[in-house]
């Protein structure tokens, strides 16, 4: 398993995590989601994402029963809504996801969406608290931008921003012009949702593309050069940039085992090239 350090932490986690983006929303599914996860565990994906969003809480109970007897082998992140960002609301919200967790701790707490309501400055001091009582013991954001970022760290003072979390896909490269060059510099871990792109009718955005485009023939036809598919070409590009690492969903071990074959392989120059041409900045 190939692995990158968390900021300037020294502690690796994996390239590759388990996203559980719509986990705990279907009964009938929650058996599949738990053996997903401790498949993909056992295999080395033992970063795991989730958030008290996530199935209104649905996704941590899923995770809290995969880890239950297996939590210190897991790096576990979790987000607070930004509903519930103020200093009284993130105490809240932690000690809530603590309990549907299972654990008395959080690798990694992230502020989900900047919040309407309320200050960074007050988010943060909550946050810190939380790492000077030992709930949590590294601060992230997701979906913040810069000048976020900067204030985040500034009302944190000598603990670390360590992580921001934001889409990046083929499809969407925004954070590469500003935030991904800003992040290395400042040593800030990227943690890329949704490698594979949104679903265009719910965000406007494009998905993956489509069996009879020019842009998945492409994809497969590099992919047919390693032995691998057009995900995995798409997975291992995203991977081509120091800093960041990747969270797709893993469903079911089908998918994990397709996520493990994006690793140990590397794209030949004039393949990265061809895809930057067919999917410019």
């Known amino acids: 398993m190939q692995h990158r350090k968390l900021g300037n932490t020294g502690v690796d986690i994996p390239v590759i995590g388990q996203g559980t983006w ?31 969003e996530y199935g209104n809480g649905g996704a941590e109970k899923i ?22 960002c103020s ?17 008395d701790y959080i690798d990694l707490y992230l502020q989900h969406w900047p919040s309407q309501h309320y200050e960074v ?40 921003l360590v992580c921001n979390q934001l889409a990046y896909h083929l499809h969407d490269r925004r954070i590469e012009k500003d935030i991904l060059p800003f992040s290395k510099d400042n040593g800030i871990t ?13 965000f406007g955005m494009r998905g993956f593309p489509q069996v009879d485009s020019l842009e998945r023939k492409m994809l497969d036809a590099i992919g047919s050069k390693y032995g691998k598919t057009a995900y995995q070409v798409a997975i291992k590009w995203i991977l081509r940039q120091e800093r960041i690492v990747t969270i797709p969903k893993a469903a079911n071990k089908k998918h994990i085992d397709d ?13 990265l090239e061809q895809i930057e041409n067919y999917f410019p900045q």
């Open 22 to 52: 719509k986990y705990g929303e279907d009964r009938w599914k929650e058996k599949d989601e738990v053996e997903a996860l401790r498949y993909g565990i056992r295999n080395g994906l033992n970063l795991i994402d989730t958030a008290e």
């Open 63 to 84: 995770v809290g029963q995969a880890i239950h007897d297996i939590r210190s082998e897991v790096f576990l992140v979790t987000k607070v809504s930004a509903n519930n």
């Open 87 to 103: 200093y009284k609301g993130v105490l809240g919200a932690a000690e809530a996801s603590l309990e549907r967790l299972k654990t």
């Open 121 to 160: 400055s007050e988010t943060m001091e909550a946050m810190a608290e939380l790492v000077n009582k030992g709930i949590v013991r590294y601060i992230g954001v997701s979906n913040f931008t810069i000048q976020l970022m900067q204030e985040a760290q500034y009302h944190l003072g000598s603990i670390p």
């Open 190 to 202: 990227i943690m890329g949702y949704s490698p594979f792109g949104f679903a265009p009718h719910k």
């Open 259 to 271: 996520n493990l074959k994006a690793l140990d392989w590397e794209l030949d120059k004039e393949d």
